[in-house]
C-alpha cells in the first residue's frame, strides 16, 4: 500500500505537531481503538465493526462502518452514524484513551475531534421562504411550485400548517421544502420534493439520519393514538396526531419507534398498499412489545391521493395485529408469486 504524508495544521489556538504520518500507522490506530479492520480493494476506506451499532445493542461482526484512511471521515451503511473525524468516535467509544487521542490528531486534531458533535446539525437554506409568506412578485415568481402543490390537493392553510418553502439554491430552486421540527420547536430535519415530474429524484433529504428523528414531532402526543404514513403528502390529510416515518420500515433502530414503546403509544399503520408485507413484519414487531397496533387495509390508493373523509373511513376500520391474518397475507403471497 503506498504511503501518504500529512502535515498538521493550526486549529484555532492549538498547533498541532508538524510530524508526518503514514496511512500504515493510522491503520495502526484504527485497529488499536476499534479493533480489526478490514481495507477495500483501492486502498482508500478501510471497515470496521461499528460501534454506534453495537452501543444501540445491535450485535454484528459485520464491518459496515467505513473510514476514508486519508480524510479520517466515517460513515455506517447500517446506522447511518457518520462524521469527519474517526478520532471522536475513538473519544466516544474506546477505553485507549492514548491512542484514541493519537488517532485525532492524525485527522485534524485532538481539539477537532473534541468539539466535533456526531449528530449533526440541520440548516435549512440561508434563502429558505415560506410559500405563505410571499408578497404578489414571490407569488409570480414561484408559480410553478404553487400550481405543483395546488394539484396534489393542498390549500393554502395546508402550505401554513406544513411551513412548506422554496429556495432559489441549485439543489432546490425546482423543488417544494417541508421542514420539521422537534418538541422543543428546534429544526431537526426536512425533506424536499422536485416539483418535475420527469426529475430523476423525485425527493431529497436533508443530510442528518431520519432514524434519529420524530417528524414534526412538537406537533405530537404519544399519549394519544399515533396515525403512522409513509411519506410527508401522505400526512396532509391525515388527522392532526400524525407522522411519517419517511419510508416504508420501522424498528427498535428508529427514534419514534422507541418513543411508541416508552409510551405504549397505540398506533395505526397506514403506510401504502405495495409495503404491506412490511407493515405485517411492523405490526409483529409492535406487538412483541406488547404496543396496541392497528394496520389500515387500504388497497387502491395511498393516503396521500385521498381525502380526509376517505382516510378517516380507513383509520375508524384499521384492524388489530392478528398473527393468523399476516400468516394468509404470506401464503397469498407465496401462491401468487409476489415474493419470488
Known amino acids: 500500500m503506498a504511503e501518504h504524508i500529512i502535515k498538521f495544521e493550526k486549529l484555532g489556538d492549538v498547533l498541532y505537531t508538524t510530524s508526518m504520518i503514514t496511512l500504515s500507522q493510522k491503520l495502526n490506530l484504527i485497529e488499536a481503538c476499534f479493533?480489526?479492520?478490514?481495507?477495500?480493494?483501492?486502498?482508500?476506506?478501510?471497515?470496521?465493526?461499528?460501534?454506534?451499532?453495537?452501543?444501540k445493542g445491535k450485535a454484528t461482526s459485520k464491518k459496515k462502518l467505513s473510514i476514508n484512511i486519508e480524510?479520517?471521515?466515517?460513515?455506517?451503511?447500517?446506522?447511518?452514524?457518520?462524521?469527519?473525524?474517526?478520532g471522536s468516535a475513538a473519544f466516544k467509544f474506546s477505553s485507549n484513551r492514548?491512542?484514541?487521542?493519537?488517532l485525532s490528531e492524525a485527522y485534524g486534531g485532538f481539539k477537532k475531534a473534541v468539539e466535533e458533535i456526531i449528530?449533526?446539525?440541520?440548516?435549512?437554506?440561508?434563502?429558505?421562504?415560506?410559500?405563505?409568506?410571499?408578497?404578489?412578485?414571490g407569488s409570480k415568481k414561484y408559480k410553478y411550485h404553487i400550481s405543483y402543490l395546488k394539484d396534489r390537493g393542498l390549500t393554502t392553510e395546508?402550505?401554513?400548517?406544513?411551513?412548506?418553502?422554496?429556495?432559489?439554491?441549485?439543489?432546490?430552486?425546482?423543488?417544494?421544502?417541508?421542514?420539521?421540527?422537534?418538541?422543543?420547536?428546534?429544526?431537526?430535519?426536512?425533506?424536499?420534493?422536485?416539483?418535475n415530474k420527469k426529475s430523476y429524484r423525485r425527493y431529497k433529504n436533508c443530510?442528518?439520519?431520519?432514524?434519529?428523528?420524530?417528524?414534526?414531532?412538537?406537533?405530537?402526543?404519544?399519549?394519544?393514538?399515533?396515525?403512522?404514513?409513509?411519506?410527508?403528502?401522505?400526512?396532509?390529510?391525515?388527522?392532526?396526531?400524525?407522522?411519517?416515518?419517511?419510508?416504508?420500515?420501522?424498528?427498535?433502530?428508529?427514534?419514534?419507534?422507541?418513543?411508541?414503546v416508552k409510551n405504549k403509544t397505540p398506533v395505526v399503520l397506514c403506510l401504502d398498499p405495495d409495503a404491506r408485507k412490511k407493515s405485517m413484519e411492523i405490526?409483529?414487531?409492535?406487538?412483541?412489545?406488547?404496543?396496541?397496533?392497528?394496520l389500515s387495509l387500504h388497497n387502491n390508493k395511498d393516503f396521500g391521493d385521498m381525502n380526509k373523509d376517505e382516510i378517516q373511513y380507513f383509520?375508524?376500520?384499521?384492524?388489530?395485529?392478528?398473527?393468523?391474518?399476516s400468516v394468509r397475507y404470506l401464503i397469498s403471497n407465496i401462491n401468487s408469486g409476489s415474493m419470488f
Not at 478490514?38 to 452501543?55: E, H, L, M, R, T
Not at 492514548?98 to 493519537?102: T, Y
Not at 449533526?120 to 408578497?135: G, S
Not at 418553502?165 to 421544502?177: A, F, L, P, Q
Open 71 to 86: 480524510t479520517g471521515v466515517y460513515h455506517c451503511w447500517v446506522c447511518e452514524s457518520k462524521g469527519r473525524n474517526i
Open 158 to 195: 395546508d402550505l401554513h400548517k406544513f411551513c412548506i418553502g422554496v429556495s432559489d439554491t441549485y439543489e432546490y430552486k425546482n423543488s417544494v421544502i417541508f421542514p420539521s421540527h422537534d418538541v422543543a420547536g428546534n429544526l431537526n430535519y426536512f425533506i424536499s420534493r422536485s416539483i
Open 315 to 325: 383509520i375508524n376500520n384499521a384492524k388489530p395485529f392478528d398473527f393468523a391474518q
Open 98 to 102: 492514548v491512542n484514541a487521542k493519537k
Open 119 to 137: 449528530e449533526e446539525h440541520v440548516l435549512l437554506p440561508e434563502d429558505f421562504k415560506l410559500l405563505t409568506n410571499l408578497n404578489n412578485r
Open 35 to 55: 479493533g480489526k479492520y478490514y481495507v477495500s480493494g483501492d486502498g482508500k476506506n478501510s471497515s470496521i465493526v461499528c460501534p454506534f451499532c453495537k452501543a
Open 283 to 294: 405490526m409483529k414487531l409492535l406487538n412483541s412489545y406488547c404496543v396496541p397496533a392497528r
Open 207 to 260: 443530510s442528518v439520519s431520519r432514524k434519529e428523528i420524530i417528524f414534526r414531532q412538537f406537533n405530537l402526543d404519544f399519549k394519544k393514538e399515533l396515525i403512522l404514513v409513509e411519506g410527508v403528502f401522505d400526512l396532509i390529510n391525515a388527522p392532526i396526531n400524525s407522522t411519517c416515518i419517511l419510508g416504508s420500515w420501522l424498528n427498535e433502530d428508529y427514534l419514534l419507534f422507541r418513543e411508541i
